[in-house]
């Protein structure tokens, strides 16, 4: 990913507010084309709300965002359609349809968003469960039928599904076990080299941060404190920052990183 890299989402003066709860107050952000960028900060700061707004799933109360050069709040459908057909979202706990086996699940957008003939809608819908990392049996059965880190990659397979330039994660590895959540590190990483996506990643693993991200956007104060590659952020002075990054998991974190 090069700095001077596109900005594939820009954000300005981004307001979220419930009832008398302000969650973000002049929030500015970008997103470079190609990079991975995870985002992180304390409970209740608003990572998901960040997330869903961009995705326009949350109206925000001001505040101007573009994605892939399209206005997100627009209600043209052309703009909505665009966005929607060029992003993929792996929202927590994948979400999937539970009545619907994971071949159905990821052939469900291309149904939706494509007049492609069924038979080539279910080769490409195996395609993309196999990028995902799952053995082709894996198809055929229900998320119920699937470990956690199975149903995750079925979600990847279904967030992918439309060949997105734009790939939003919410939590990944929460709920894996370090090796499980190590592999869908690298699963994100090797999609993401493969396929030169850009990918906005919410996560509390600090392993991740490092192994895989190239910038790491802090959200306290109501905004983005500091959005930088993560030995910059490490070094910001905000009380939060530190203990995060410094206390025993984030010693721990970089410890394993500086001996791999």
Not at 28 to 46: F, K, M, N
Request: aromatic letters at 4%; one cysteine or more; proline letters at 5%.
């Amino acid at each position: 990913m090069s700095a001077d890299a596109p900005n594939i989402i820009e954000v300005r003066g981004l307001d979220n507010r419930f009832g008398s709860a302000i969650v973000h107050e002049q929030l500015d952000l970008d997103v470079r084309e190609g990079e991975i960028i995870g985002v992180v900060g304390g409970s209740g700061s608003g990572k998901s709300v960040l997330m869903r707004s961009i995705l326009a799933l949350q109206t925000p109360k001001a505040g101007r965002i573009r994605v892939l050069g399209r206005d997100a709040r627009s209600h043209k459908a052309a703009d909505r359609a665009y966005i929607e057909g060029n992003t993929g979202v792996l929202f927590q706990n994948a979400a999937l349809f539970s009545s619907l086996t994971v071949l159905e699940n990821v052939m469900v957008p291309l149904r939706e968003h494509s007049t492609l003939p069924e038979d080539l809608i279910r080769q490409l819908a195996m395609n993309k469960i196999q990028l995902a990392g799952l053995a082709p049996e894996a198809a055929l059965k229900l998320p119920a039928e699937l470990s956690g880190g199975m149903r995750k990659r079925a979600g990847i397979a279904r967030a992918l599904a439309l060949d997105p330039a734009l790939l939003f994660l919410d939590e990944p590895t929460a709920g894996l076990d370090p090796i499980g959540a190590a592999a869908f590190d690298q699963l994100i990483l090797s999609i993401q080299r493969a396929l030169g996506l850009t990918v906005f990643l919410i996560t509390h693993d600090l392993d991740t941060l490092y192994t895989i991200c190239d910038r790491v956007a802090v959200l306290a104060d109501r905004k983005v404190l500091v959005n930088a590659p993560i030995e910059q952020v490490a070094a910001v002075a905000h009380p939060w920052i530190q203990e995060y990054f410094h206390g025993p998991r984030g010693r721990a974190a970089l410890s394993i990183q500086e001996n791999t």
